[in-house]
Structure formats: C-alpha cells, structure tokens
C-alpha cells in the first residue's frame, strides 16, 4: 500500500512517528557536524524542507528524548555519528508564522514562541536548581513576565541567551540553537509598515542570542534571505551564510532529480517533461532541485497546478517589482522577454534593510523566483525564470501591474503566458 504523504506537515517527529512517505535527507546532520560552524544560516525558499529539517536536527540531538525508534533504517544511523543521537540540550524555535498587523501584535506573537521553550525547560528545572544563582533567577523573572503576558522589549531582548546560559548550568553541556525562518518577523514588519520602529529590537534579540558563543555548541538559523551584518548580525563575526549558490547543504532542500523520479514512480506518475517544465529549473549550488512542495502535490492529486506561488513572499515580491526603479524594469524587460537576464544582484544582504535593485534580484534569488545560472562574479550573475510555475505567477504580477499601467506591460505578459521554458 502507498504510504500516506506529509502534505502540509513539516515535523519530522510527525512524519516517522505515523509512518508517512519520507524522503531520506538525515546525512544534512552529519554535514552539520562536520562543519563545525558555531552559528550558520542557511538561506533557503519557502517550502523547501527548511522546517522539516531543523525539526529533524532536533529530534536527532535532543537530550530529554529517545529518538532511536523515528531514526531507525535512516542514513544518519549508519554513520559514526549515530552515537551523538539525543546527546546535547537543543533550544528550538520556529517563527515560520509569525505575521502580524502591529508592533504589539508581532512581540505578543514572538514573546509566545519564546514562552513556548521557556516553559518546556520551566519544567525540567523544576525543583532541580538552586534558584538564587544569575542564570536562574533572570530566567525565572523573564518566564514570569511572559506567563503573565507582560510584553517588556528588554527583557524579551535577552530571553535566547538567558535560555542559553540557564541550560548549559544546569546540563553542564553546551546547547545547540536552533531558530528557523529568523527572518520571517522582519518580513511581516516591513509588509505591515512598522520595520524601522523595531530594527532596534531585531538586533538585540539575535545579536544577543547568537553572540553568547561561550554557552553555545552550535547555531544555526534558517531563512530566505541575511539580514545586512550592519543591523542584526553587527555584533557577530563569524557566521557563516550558505545561500542558494553555495554548494555546501545544497540537496538537502528540495528535491534531486533521482528522488523526484522514485516519488512519481512510488505514487504510480511519470518524471516527463511536463513535470519537468512545471516544478523543475532550480539550481542549488550546481545541483539541480525541483520543488517539494508541488511535487507532494502532484504525487497526491495527480494535477500539473501551481501549488507552490502562494507563499509569505508574494506580498513583499509584488510590492517590490511595482515599486522598482527604471533600470530594474528593464533588466526585468529582458528577462521576460529572452528568459535569461544578466543582472548585478547582491545575495548576501536584505531587502527589507537595503533597499536597492541589487538586493531586489537577491531577495527574488532566494526566494525562489529566480535560478542562477553559470558562475556568478563579484557583483554580476546570470538568471533566469525556473520553471512554469513561477512564470505563470510573474505573469499574474505583470497583468496586475498592466492593469495599472494600461499597454505599458501588455508585451511582457503575452510573453510571459505563450513559451514553455
């Protein structure tokens, strides 16, 4: 019988506990430890295994559980590093839904998460501490706060490394991080119109997180795009970012070719050109990834559709391509109408803190929306449209804007909806 498929579940506790279909990509923890960073971001598209990962990283470590049994028959067991199984603290969390209004609404919304993990560890020091030491009693004062729903920016600011310290004093191990989609707030404050009166706070919250190195193992944040250093990373000289053009980690979000080909063949379709063309076109390092999220499903359905366009992106990608500036628009111009465009694009910075044409072609890089194609130089690479896809949702964001603009736009939406790629 066909396994259930994991649509829309992105725990990986979930997934094996109820035997749903999974692909093997457990080998990303021995490349995490290998690499010894001590705080990395890998910067990935929406949907593209980001969460399910970090969940597996921490069922693999996680010191208070006995994940041999979800584990069992994966790759990562036959390494030498299946010893290190459930054998550090991990402090966890995701902000993958973090969307809000207003500035009260967005901390509210941080400050839950946060308490989340406060209380998971609330209970463990239970009884087990001597309460009149630094680490506990801030730890204590800060839990207190968030139980009480008290929204109090400083002490929300220096709620991670409290954890931090209060676990490695009472494990007398140093404790891996892990917070995915970290940029995920930032995105929200900037569609909703309030980002510059919380760019304070963002860089204390992780800066002070990510620069209590002394009490930490590992770090490693997931998102869509690096915040510029100059902000929330100022404080912190040696993270490592491994965006979509780096080869490190490259198979482990999305999937490759050959488990593409075994997914349609285990759910009785076909890896044709059709599906090719439709969910295909990312390039990952020079690894070439087709999307996960609509290959589920297609393998569920059995429907070529766009599944995957209507992520938390599509407002800031919208909003951006309408505002850009001329020489941007005709870049874009080229691109549409050739398919490939040579642009000057910065990966490495937000658009959200820098706002420019160079991180525009990042932010739609990273996003997903655009693939590089050849090696890039220092400022200028090569991109084109992936795949069917993401060409159907560019025509959606030209008529929308010829709407507007009456025949302006007319010729790059008839280009966009006629060819293939």
Known sequence: MKKTLPIGIDSFWEIRETDRYYIDKTLFIRDFIETGDKVSLITRPRRFGKTLNMTMLREFFDITKDSNAIFEGLGIMDTEYAAQINSRPVIYFTFKDCNANTVESLLFAISSIVLSEYEKYHRIFKGGVDDSKVCYLTFNMIYDKLIKREIDTDFLEISIITLEQAVYEYYKIKPILLIDEYDQPMMSSFEHGYHESLKEFFAGFYGAALKGQDCLHQALLTGIQRIVKESVFSQL???????????????YFGLTSGETERLLTDYGLELDEAVKQKYNGYLFGKTEMYNPWSLLYYAETGELKNYWINTSTNYLIRKSIGEADRLFRKSFDKLISEGTAKVAANLECSFIELKHRYTLWGLLVNSGYLTVVGQPDELFINVR???????????????????????VLHEMYINLTTPAL
């Open 237 to 251: 000289n040696n993270i490592v970012v491994y965006t979509v053009i780096d080869g490190r980690y490259c198979t």
């Open 385 to 407: 449209i992936p795949n069917g896809e993401v060409r159907s949702e560019f025509a959606t964001i030209v008529a929308d804007q010829a709407n507007v603009e009456g025949e």
